[in-house]
Structure formats: structure tokens, C-alpha cells
């Protein structure tokens, strides 16, 4: 038998606790609190190496400020931590195109896990034969078209992890004209009952056809077949495609859009300084589209009668904005206001420096600055990445994002970019740690050399703003720069979905600009954002997203090739480009693109005066298609977020765990359902503490357990037990247990059952709630953890420590999430990784599956943890204070839950071939 004179002084406290397991005493309640450095609540520190005994809860996870276990320095359980998986890098492309179609392929990594390192730090090198590659070479994503029926073939080669890789594929190319286009009307009633539309039909069974309308509406009939009837559902623009599949080769999207009217009298709009004026009917939606400024100039606000744009103060203010026409006439007027003319002041062979690992006699590294600082104090600096394969230039001389400038300075910002180090690929460095990172360093020496030649003030606000593969890398180094003690305030991340670890891990608020029709990446960039901001915002970090989605090609846009030098493309060959492409059928009679043909084949149908600015067409028309480009009409939502960073609004606080509660089974005499929490910092709380059993009858529960036993420790400490819940110490303190149900929003206890609940006050730290059947009674019971103070301190983390008895049963906690926004949190399913902890590996559960449902609806799932974000777990386990996880079969997720009840499910996975019973551990934590 161990005994406590086997330990030093320091873990005396958790040798008593092994002592008092051998003699069969209730492990927890011989735990004494041990003081931890630097303040906080008591623990349990464990030396290196040791294992704790069977049977031992840990009580909640060791958030900051609690008590639980101490984990010594460099502790991590046998097994190993994440690995990365062995690359086997793949094409994905499509099997087939069309003739003189841009289309994308992408690279795949391949392996589970991968270090989000070796991504970025991987290099490409695209060729093609059969056709031509458009636009950069270099990066993961290359555009290629194929002008002639064929086939064509991509090859890569791509150096990843000291490895050098040449995945090929082959594509079919079908002539443009096979597949024909969507005939319909232009325009319908609301009201309509019923429209045809239409696409060419097969020809000896060559093709297939699946229909999409999008934007409010039914297809009614004729769904697999060429021609469909729809109904409308409500007004605005429905987008029909028609897919159309040949021979499973090559698939086609065919696209036409219909407006469908409001059903009100005929109204008109008048539109002075830009497009999207006419007469409509009332309740029609009409996009509206300010012509771009002159030199020296940028937009300003809509005047007139802008009451009618909507209540949002920011609409009046976008070069771009949506009209629900009303039932009185409207005019509105595009105004400008001088923009200061400037030229950036460049900086050549700027900081040259030694590459990290390189020989001493290895050349040193250069970069190129430019930037443009107002003369006054600028209210921010904006560093600008260039996409992966581009240089700085892109920003100074295309005219979307040049104008993105002119509006930052403009406000009153200073702009400044540099060339990332390798001009090789045009990459910029992945590396995690700022003083291996040569262009995050180049940043920083920007900052200090600005502030040398007194440009710049040290104090003034520093923001990122990156495109593609650029925004990814400028969140990355706003936070190393962060984190080294710079002043920055936010990132803007253009045509990317972010990164999962820093929208999990940052506290740089994020910005994202993204297109919702990406060829290349399809709805993923969207998705991403959407999903990051989510992750944000559930941290209590500032940020947001806004989409360039599809809009009428109308002349205004196409404007913008005289952006710089209005003399050489006026408003009239704008309206000439416009129309020619009506003409081709590029675009539809209401404006909306069709396609997008490749440069080669748009040059082609242009008139001969402009093909030589096919090229620019063909960014315009894929801003309208809603496509992948930059694109400034987010301008002043952009300057709107900077400014609201540089005031330092603070996000709106996430929502808060305000209940815990856990069903599980008591199936023998010493069986335990155990229930932790911790409380951070900041007041004491109110806590309030049930085990139902008895009462589960009420509920259709079959095998209630008769009488529950609870108690409840801190670090091994009793802080209360209670049999029957009306036994109370006093009358006073039933009434204010009774007071607090009723406060929570729970069912009642019945009279004299011997269900079992208690009230405390407790301090920020962690705890653990033990059921127990009393008298040995077995069945079903139910703990419940409800925070009825709600006030500084909150709910930061949960578990649940359950037995599965069969292979049919599951761990079925819940949670309930309060307040007006969403809350970001971690959670896990955890069976092989309680063996380090003492649990036998025959009593634990193999192989965890968790599912998470909100209602009836499950809302995500997991199997095995590393399968899909496991990079960025592993990240966040030290941060929320779990323990590492070692074993593949464990389940855990990062999600976000918007307010409301939420309940997880833990359960053997499906083809489980290990343990299909035993204990499994479900745990929440909050991330911050």
C-alpha cells in the first residue's frame, strides 16, 4: 500500500489521496488545497512522471484562477503529441472545360493534419501542355483555358517539406458552342405562376441536365430535362443555371438571370453620376452603381432622397448600393470630394539580410518599400501583401486596388508595401516565429525606419491588408507584430477564407472581403470567412465579413479602364464595350454576366479599338460575376472598420455558459457520474447544483435512480453534500434554493423526493459535482450546474465523467448558451486519454464519437480528432488549459454556438473495434 512518507512535503496532499483510494475512502475528499504560484485558487501539483491513481476526476480542466491539477513543466502524457501525415500531393482539376472558358485547378497536399507550415512555406511550379496558364504559374491555384477542342494536360512540380513532388491530370475540352445557352424572359411578375425556361437538347442522349434557381423561387416542372416552368416567390433577380453534364466528362454551368418585378405602379428612379436608373414598378430590387471618381477625386455619398437606400447610416456612403424601389419617385445624386494627389516615395534593396539557416557566405536578402505618408499625422499605416506570385506594384498600378488607396489616403492614412523576400515563387515566409520570419521582419524594420526619419509617429496605429495568399500572411504578422509589443489594431484579409488557428488563437480583429462566385475555390473562401468571423466574434474579437456578389455589368463598372486616365477610355466606350458584350451574349438583357470567356477569346469579340484592354474587361466582368477579384466596392466599409479599430470599439461581448447538464447511468454499487466546472476570475457566483433522479420519471425515463447522492469538492475539499432536497440547513436556505430554481428557468423538485441539489456561493476556480446512488440504488440520473448570479464571473469550462454500459448507450450532456452572440468554445470526447490518468485501459471507452445538436438537428460531428483541424487544436488545447490528446481515436471540435440549448452525444463510433463500454470524459471549454 502506498503511504504518504513516500512523497516529498509538496505532494503529501495527493499521496494522502492514493493512501485513502487503497482503503476504499472517497478519493476526492482527502485532496487539500495546495497554494499555486502567483496567486490564484488552490491545486494539485504534480511532479514529473507521475501517474495518478484509478478512479482520480479531474476536476474541470484547470482554467486560470481554479483549482484542479497542475501540470508540471513539459508534461505530456505517453503517446506522443500531432503528427503530420505522409504528403501525397494531388491536382484537383475538373475532367472537362469548355473551349475558351477560364478554369482553375488547385493543388491538394494530401495527409491529415499537415503542418500549416509546410503549406505555406511549399512552392509550386505549374506547366500545361494543350493549352495556356493564365495569370501566375507559382502559386496552389493556377487559371488555364484551352482555346481549341482537345484535351490539355497540367503538370506540377512542388517542393513541400524537403520533398520534391510532379503530380499530373488530363482534361477534356469540348467546344464552347456545344452546350448552347439559357433562353428565358428578362423580366416577370412577382406574381408569375408560371415561366419557362430552356437550354438546347441532348442530341442521341450526349448530355444530362440538373436546374438551380436561386434567389427566391420553385421549379414547378420539367426538372432532368431541357426545359423547366418556375414560379417566383418574391420580388428581386433569380439566377438560373442549368447544369448540363456530358457523358460525365465534361460538366457545363449555364447561366441566365430573370428580374422578377414588384407588383406595384410604375415608379421612377433617377440616378445623376451613375447606373440603375429607369422607371420599375414598386417593390422591385434595383441595384444602383455610382460612376468611379475622376483623378484627384473619390466618392463621397449619394444626396437626394437617400431614406430611400434603408436605415444602415453606412449606405448613403457606398459607390455600390441596393434600392427597393417605393411607391414615390426617387432621385439620388453621386457626389465626390477632393482626394490630395501623391506618388510613393520608393525604397530599394531595403534591409538586406541574412536568411535563417543560411551559410555565412550566403548573400544577404533584400526587399522594395514603398509608401506615401500625409504630411500631417496619419491616423493609421496600412501595410499592403501582395498576392503569392505578384509583387507590390499591384497595388499602385491596377485600378481596383489603387483606388483602395486613393480612399485611404484620401482619410488620412499613410499606405506602404513591400515585395516579399523570395522573388523566386513571390511568396511571402510562413515561418511561426518572428525572428525566423524574413518578411515579418521587414515589417518591422519598416516601422523603425520610418520612425527614424521621423515619418512616422511610434505611437500611430498599424494595420494590415492582404490579398489571397498576402491577407493570410498579414494576419499572420499583425499578430507576430502584436505580440511583440507593436501597435497594432486590425487586418483586412481580400479574396481569402483566413486562417483557422489565428481566428481561434489572435486577438487581432479580422476584416474579410470576399467574393461568393469563386471558379477557383468555389464557395470555400466564403464559407472560411464566414466560419472565422463566426470564431471571432464568439471570442469577443471585432470583425466581419463583406461579399462582392453578382451585379450588373452596367457601363459605370466598366468605367473603371479609365480610372487613371479618363481621356483614353471615356463614358462613351463604356457604353460601346458594354453593349458589344450584351451583343455576344457575355452578358444577359438584364446585364448579368453569362460567362467568363478567357482574354484570347474576350479580345475576340470586342470591337477593335478596345481589345487591346481585353484584359481589363475581363477583371470587370469578373467583379460582376461575382468571381475572384479585387474589388473596391467594400472601400468604405474597409475605412469603416479602421476607423471603428483606431476608436476602439470593442466587439459585442460573446455569449456565456449558463448551464450544465449531464445524463448517465449509476449501474453498480461505488458507481460515480461526476460533473466539473470552473468559474473564472472576477466575483463569486452563485451556483446552483442538482442530481435528478427520482424526478427523471416524470420524463418517460424507465429506470430513474431512486435516490441520489451529491457533493461537491474543490481540489479534493467538500464544499457541501445533500441527500434529498428539501434537507437544507436551514428553512432560509430551502427558500433561496427554491427562489434560485425558480430564477433558472428549471423544473421543480418534487416534494419529499429524494432528488438532491444544492446552493453555493463560490469562488472563481474549479470544481467537481460526485452523484451517487444512496443505499446502493442504480438507474438513470441527471446532474445540473446552473449559474445564477451571471455577473463578472462566468461559466468558462464543463465536463462530464460517465460510464457507457453498452454499445448502444451514450453520454448525453447539455449546455445552454445565453445572451445576443455567439460563443466559441472547444469540445471533447475523450476515452484512451484517461489512461495516463490512471483509468485502466480496459474501463475506458476505445474509440469516442461525438455529436453535436442543437434540437433534433445534429449541427457537427467527430470522429477522430486530427482528421480535419487538428493543427489547430492542438494549438488551442494549452490555451483553454486541457490536456494534450494523444490518441487518434479521441473525438473533439472547435465550433461556435449561438445563444441557445445545445446537447453533445458520446457514444462508441461506428465500427469501434476496440472497448464499445467503459468511462468517457466530455468536456467544454470556452476559448478567449
Known amino acids: 500500500m502506498l503511504t504518504p512518507s513516500r512523497f516529498p512535503d509538496t505532494h503529501r496532499p495527493l499521496a494522502a489521496l492514493i493512501a485513502a483510494a487503497a482503503l476504499g475512502l472517497p478519493l476526492a475528499a482527502q485532496i487539500r488545497p495546495t497554494p499555486l504560484p502567483g496567486g490564484g485558487g488552490g491545486g494539485i501539483v504534480l511532479p514529473p512522471g507521475f501517474v495518478l491513481p484509478p478512479g482520480f476526476v479531474l476536476p474541470g480542466g484547470g482554467g486560470a484562477g481554479g483549482g484542479g491539477i497542475v501540470l508540471p513543466p513539459g508534461f505530456v502524457p505517453p503517446g506522443g503529441g500531432v503528427q503530420n501525415s505522409t504528403l501525397f500531393p494531388t491536382i484537383n482539376a475538373p475532367s472537362g472545360i469548355l473551349s475558351g472558358t477560364n478554369a482553375s485547378a488547385t493543388i491538394r497536399l494530401g495527409g491529415n493534419n499537415v503542418d500549416p507550415a509546410i503549406i505555406a512555406n511549399a512552392s509550386y511550379q505549374w506547366s500545361i501542355s494543350g493549352g495556356r496558364i493564365v495569370g501566375d504559374s507559382r502559386s496552389a491555384t493556377v487559371n488555364f483555358v484551352a482555346d481549341n477542342p482537345g484535351s490539355v494536360t497540367l503538370a506540377a512540380t512542388i517542393g513541400a517539406d524537403g520533398t520534391s513532388f510532379a503530380p499530373t491530370a488530363n ?41 438551380a434557381v436561386a434567389g427566391g423561387a420553385t421549379i414547378v416542372t420539367g426538372q432532368g430535362t431541357n426545359t423547366i416552368t418556375f414560379r417566383p416567390t418574391s420580388p428581386g433577380l433569380k439566377r438560373l443555371t442549368c447544369t448540363v453534364n456530358f457523358r460525365n466528362v465534361v460538366q457545363v454551368d449555364l447561366k441566365s438571370s430573370v428580374l422578377a418585378l414588384g407588383t406595384g405602379a410604375p415608379v421612377a428612379v433617377t440616378v445623376d453620376g451613375g447606373d440603375g436608373g429607369g422607371t420599375y414598378p414598386a417593390g422591385t430590387p434595383v441595384t444602383l452603381v455610382a460612376h468611379p471618381p475622376v483623378p484627384g477625386m473619390v466618392f463621397d455619398r449619394w444626396t437626394g432622397d437617400t431614406a430611400a437606400l434603408g436605415a444602415g447610416p453606412i449606405l448613403p456612403q457606398l459607390s455600390e448600393v441596393n434600392l427597393t424601389v417605393p411607391t414615390n419617385p426617387v432621385r439620388l445624386q453621386a457626389t465626390y470630394r477632393a482626394a490630395p494627389p501623391w506618388q510613393p516615395v520608393i525604397a530599394r534593396n531595403f534591409n538586406p539580410q541574412a536568411l535563417p539557416g543560411a551559410t555565412a557566405n550566403a548573400p ?122 507593436r501597435l497594432v489594431r486590425g487586418a483586412v484579409l481580400y479574396l481569402s477564407g483566413g486562417d483557422e488557428t489565428l481566428a481561434a488563437l489572435s486577438r487581432v480583429p479580422q476584416y474579410f472581403a470576399v467574393s461568393a462566385n469563386e471558379e477557383a475555390t468555389g464557395p470555400t473562401d466564403l464559407m472560411e470567412a464566414r466560419a472565422r468571423a463566426q470564431t471571432l466574434a464568439g471570442r469577443g474579437v471585432p470583425g466581419g465579413v463583406v461579399i462582392s456578389d453578382l451585379t450588373p455589368l452596367y457601363p459605370a463598372r466598366l468605367r473603371m479602364l479609365g480610372l487613371q486616365n479618363p481621356d483614353r477610355f471615356t463614358g462613351e466606350d463604356a457604353t460601346t464595350v458594354a453593349a458589344a458584350l450584351r451583343t455576344a451574349g457575355i452578358v444577359d438583357a438584364n446585364l448579368y454576366p453569362r460567362t467568363q470567356p478567357s482574354v484570347t477569346a474576350l479580345s475576340a469579340l470586342l470591337p477593335a479599338p478596345y481589345r487591346a484592354r481585353a484584359a481589363d474587361v475581363a477583371t470587370e466582368l469578373a467583379i460582376a460575376s461575382g468571381e475572384r477579384e479585387f474589388f473596391s466596392g467594400a472601400n468604405r466599409r474597409v475605412l469603416a472598420f479602421l476607423e471603428a479599430r483606431i476608436a476602439g470599439n470593442p466587439a459585442p461581448e460573446p455569449g456565456r455558459m449558463i448551464n450544465l447538464s449531464t445524463r448517465g ?68 436556505a430551502r427558500t433561496q434554493l427554491v427562489a434560485a430554481t425558480n430564477a433558472v428557468g428549471t423544473f421543480a423538485l418534487g416534494n419529499g423526493s429524494l432528488d438532491s441539489a444544492l446552493l453555493l456561493t463560490l469562488d472563481p476556480g474549479s470544481y467537481s459535482a460526485v452523484v451517487t446512488g444512496v443505499g446502493g440504488a442504480t438507474g438513470e440520473v441527471m446532474a445540473e450546474i446552473y449559474d445564477v448570479s451571471r455577473n463578472a464571473s462566468r461559466l468558462t469550462n464543463l465536463s462530464s465523467l460517465s460510464r457507457i454500459g453498452d454499445g448502444n448507450e451514450a453520454v448525453i450532456p447539455g449546455v445552454v448558451v445565453a445572451g445576443n452572440t455567439p460563443r466559441t468554445v472547444v469540445l471533447r470526447a475523450i476515452g484512451p486519454g484517461l489512461v495516463p490518468f490512471g483509468q485502466p485501459a480496459a474501463t475506458v471507452l476505445s474509440d469516442p464519437r461525438l455529436v453535436l445538436f442543437s434540437g433534433v438537428q445534429p449541427q457537427a460531428n467527430n470522429n477522430n480528432w486530427g482528421q480535419a483541424n487538428g493543427a489547430t487544436l492542438a494549438a488551442v488545447f494549452p490555451v483553454i488549459g486541457a490536456f494534450p490528446l494523444n490518441s487518434p481515436n479521441e473525438a473533439a471540435l472547435l465550433t461556435t454556438l449561438t445563444p441557445g440549448p445545445y446537447t453533445l452525444q458520446a457514444s462508441p463510433a461506428p465500427g469501434n473495434a476496440g472497448n464499445a463500454t467503459g468511462r468517457v470524459l466530455v468536456e467544454l471549454y470556452e476559448v478567449p
Do not use: K, M
Not at 438546347?200 to 440538373?210: C, I, L, S, V
Open 364 to 485: 544577404a536578402v533584400t526587399s522594395t518599400l514603398a509608401y506615401h505618408l500625409p504630411a500631417f499625422r496619419p491616423r493609421g499605416l496600412v501595410f499592403l501583401l501582395h498576392q503569392s506570385g505578384g509583387d507590390l506594384n499591384e497595388w499602385f498600378d491596377r485600378a481596383h486596388p489603387s483606388l483602395l488607396l486613393r480612399e485611404l489616403v484620401a482619410a488620412g492614412y499613410g499606405v506602404a508595401a513591400l515585395n516579399s523576400v523570395n522573388r523566386v515563387t513571390g511568396v511571402w515566409s510562413g515561418t511561426a516565429a518572428l525572428g525566423g520570419n524574413p518578411d515579418a521582419l521587414n515589417h518591422v524594420t519598416a516601422l523603425n525606419y520610418l520612425a527614424r526619419r521621423e515619418e512616422l509617429d511610434p505611437a500611430t496605429p498599424v494595420f494590415f491588408v492582404g490579398r489571397a495568399a498576402g491577407a493570410v500572411a498579414g494576419v499572420r504578422y499583425a499578430d507576430l507584430l502584436l505580440a511583440a509589443g
Open 665 to 732: 447511468d449509476i449501474a453498480f454499487l461505488g458507481d460515480t457520474l461526476t460533473a466539473g466546472f470552473t468559474l473564472s476570475a472576477g466575483a463569486q457566483a452563485n451556483v446552483l447544483i442538482r442530481a435528478v433522479g427520482p424526478g427523471l420519471g416524470r420524463f418517460r425515463v424507465d429506470t430513474p435512480l431512486a435516490a441520489a447522492g451529491l457533493e461537491v469538492f474543490r481540489a479534493g475539499t467538500s464544499l457541501g453534500r445533500n441527500v434529498g432536497w428539501e434537507n437544507q440547513p436551514t428553512p432560509a
Open 171 to 211: 482534361v477534356t475540352v469540348v467546344a464552347a458552342d456545344t452546350a448552347g445557352r439559357v433562353t428565358s424572359p428578362a423580366t416577370i411578375a412577382a406574381n408569375a405562376t408560371s415561366v419557362t425556361a430552356s437550354v438546347p437538347a441532348a442530341e442521341g442522349n450526349d448530355r444530362t441536365f440538373r436546374w
